[in-house]
């Protein structure tokens, strides 16, 4: 059985990711790209579906870790009755042939460990052949995929498992090296450990060093934004929305969703928390990606794409594995890429005007998409969708969903005006003010002085708390502050946020459907800062912090009645809303020191409804 959640620590290369739990053992990592079938699968089932665990050989009477400084660099304390080790787990982001790198560094007397390698490929389907070359390096294939194992230790094979047992004395140190690469090239080249670990460390020391956050929580949002770029795909830019799988939305459960790919949603989200952190390099390639993502005609324009701008996510099940805690299905691809969800181009033009606004430099293709968008958008947005939430249920009209279309044209008019581009702003003005009227006639209820979820529904759904950030009505508006009580009085569940209204029952299971929602969570903070209660803003942020495992990383939901975090994980949307919500009440507390917020125009609308 695998760890909880909360007990996993995450290390990449910018190329894909692998989880490391509290007693030494990679559970889960994707090779060659975040997308790719996994070698290490147990997270997902048992250690016969692939790990990779180095640990004392006994019990450790103490076990801590946390990263080295603002670095990727993973460091495990085990203390034992006769000494202490360090476990230093690690992937040198060198872009080329990608390494999983363990060295076991002796602190104090001497500790017997054991190292078990369970390769698994297919995620978890495939035993590979192994074995040993001239030079003791250990090779194991199966079909495309080849990786090799080079140590310090000698490995002898147990039952489909390779195994070592070995001493660590104080001042010693013992390296293993795991490097993957196709089957059909060359065995790699060995690595020189320890001048990898110094240029690792380099490279995040570098790259964290451009952040800019100076608030009182500077260290864990400095996390959130190594996350962040640790889920980047470099190639391409592409960020992941997390590095997993299925893991259950409830414990037992199926909302098992594969998460492992780039959500047009996120682009806002993303560009806000690394541009007002200082990283305009990541903006920009996230930027880019987006661009080359959604060129072609806008009738195919998807809510998600591959890393490299792939459309086919196909979904399928994996019986082969039992699932996190039996949750299952276990899910690879995610049918909802096909889904009509029409707040994406919302999104997407907010995504083009903030960026414009931050003067990230375009090409001259963006204003003609965005034009092309808009002439589709002009006919779509009277359409029922699928929603934020993915509902794979009947479409209906939602009202985020309308809501953004307004923003889309919006933005439109806003990057027309300022920055002198041409485009027909009067016919866009007047969708928007259709639009607008649309919603505020069929998507508010007056019995409950409330936006709901969707036209004709009684139901509330947290989307709607983006309403006064987006810029639809001012904070101050007699709709929002009852939107955002109504949303505290029915989605509030032990001081967080549920995305969906436990009055509804949904159709795919029995409520409740999962736990509460950490990012919505932080909206509800962020509406706050806007309605000037920035107290209880800051009560809701450190609610959510604290929730954080003790290296600072966040899945997508959290089971209160469990106390344990739920979800794919590490999540980024979730730590993209925790930087968002810092920088929010960081400017409210600090007016001369503002941040780009998505209302350009905090209170001002040009349309009277």
Same mark, same amino acid.
């Given at each position: ?12 290369? +910018? ?23 996994? +070698?290490? $699968? ?8 692939? *790990? ?9 009477? =103490? ?5 080295? =400084? ?100 104080? =001042? ?9 690469? !196709?089957? %059909?090239?060359? &065995? ?5 450990? %320890? ?8 490279? @995040?020391?570098? @790259?964290?060093? *451009? ?9 864990? #949002? ?15 830019? =592409?960020?992941?929305? $997390? ?19 780039? @959500? #047009? ?71 909802? %890429? ?21 003067? #990230? ?10 034009? !092309? ?8 947005? *009277? ?51 259709? #639009?607008?009227?649309? &919603? +505020? ?58 995305? %969906? ?5 949904? !159709? ?11 990012? +919505? ?26 929730? $954080? ?61």
């Amino acid at each position: 059985m695998s760890s909880p959640i909360e007990d996993y620590a995450l290390i990449g290369d +910018c190329l894909t990711a692998a989880l490391v739990s509290r007693d030494g053992s990679i559970d889960w990592l994707c090779w060659p790209t975040f997308d790719s079938d996994a +070698c290490f $699968a147990s997270l997902l089932g048992n250690p016969e579906h692939g *790990r990779w665990r180095i640990a004392p050989k006994e019990e450790p009477a =103490g076990i801590t870790r946390s990263y080295r =400084g603002d670095t990727l660099i993973l460091e495990t304390r085990y203390v034992g009755k006769e000494g202490t080790v360090t476990l230093i787990d690690f992937m040198p982001p060198r872009g080329q042939a990608s390494d999983v790198v363990r060295i076991v560094r002796g602190d104090r007397g001497v500790l017997k460990m054991r190292m078990e390698l369970i390769l698994r490929f297919g995620s978890g389907f495939s035993v590979p052949w192994v074995k040993t070359l001239d030079d003791g390096t250990l090779q194991a294939i199966a079909g495309p995929d080849m990786v090799v194992l080079r140590s310090d230790v000698e490995t002898h094979g147990e039952g489909m498992t390779t195994v070592s047992e070995f001493e660590v004395r104080a =001042g010693e140190t013992l390296s293993f090296v795991l490097t993957y690469d !196709a089957s %059909h090239l060359p &065995v790699p080249e060995p690595i020189d450990v %320890h001048r990898a670990l110094a240029d690792t460390e380099a490279f @995040w020391d570098e @790259w964290s060093a *451009r952040g800019n956050f100076k608030g009182r929580h500077r260290d864990l #949002i400095q996390r959130s934004l190594v996350t962040l770029k640790a889920l980047t795909f470099a190639p391409t830019g =592409g960020i992941v929305a $997390a590095p997993t799988t299925s893991l259950p939305e409830k414990l037992g459960g199926a909302r098992n969703w594969d998460y492992r790919y780039c @959500w #047009i949603r996120d682009a806002t989200f993303t560009l806000l928390a690394l541009m007002n952190s200082g990283y305009r390099e990541e903006a920009s390639a996230w930027h880019q990606w987006l661009l080359r993502a959604v060129a072609g005609s806008p009738v195919d324009m998807q809510i998600m794409y591959g890393i490299a701008g792939q459309r086919r996510l196909l979904e399928w099940e994996a019986p082969w594995l039992p699932g996190y805690e039996n949750s299952q299905p276990v899910r690879f691809g995610n049918a909802a %890429h096909a889904q009509l969800q029409l707040d994406v181009y919302g999104e997407l033009m907010d995504a083009f005007y903030q960026a414009r606004q931050t003067g #990230i430099e375009f090409d001259g293709d963006t204003w003609p998409i965005e034009l !092309a968008l808009l002439e589709h958008l002009s006919k779509a947005w *009277r359409e029922p969708d699928s929603g934020i939430w993915e509902r794979r249920g009947a479409p209906r009209h939602y009202v985020f969903s309308k809501v953004m279309c307004w923003v889309a044209f919006d933005r439109g008019i806003k990057s027309a005006r300022k920055f002198g581009l041409e485009g027909p702003v009067d016919e866009w003005c007047a969708i928007r003010d259709e #639009i607008h009227k649309d &919603v +505020c006639t069929k998507g508010f209820d007056e019995e409950q002085n409330s936006y709901v979820e969707s036209y004709g529904s009684k139901m509330l759904d947290a989307s709607l708390l983006l309403l006064p950030e987006i810029g639809f009505l001012k904070p101050d508006d007699p709709r929002i502050v009852g939107t955002i009580a109504a949303i505290e009085k029915h989605l509030l569940r032990d001081g967080f946020v549920l995305r %969906h209204d436990p009055r509804e029952p949904l !159709a795919d299971e029995v409520q409740p459907i999962e736990g509460v929602f950490l990012a +919505c969570t932080l909206w509800l903070a962020d509406a706050y800062v806007l309605m000037n209660r920035i107290d209880e803003a800051r009560t809701l942020f450190w609610r959510v912090a604290s929730l $954080a495992n003790d290296v600072g990383l966040l899945a997508e939901e959290y089971d209160t009645q469990e106390r344990r975090q739920i979800g794919n994980f590490p999540q980024a949307l979730t730590h993209i809303a925790l930087v968002n919500t810092a920088q929010n009440i960081f400017a409210a507390l600090h007016p001369q020191k503002p941040v780009v917020q998505r209302s350009t125009e905090p209170g001002r609308n040009d349309v009277k409804t």
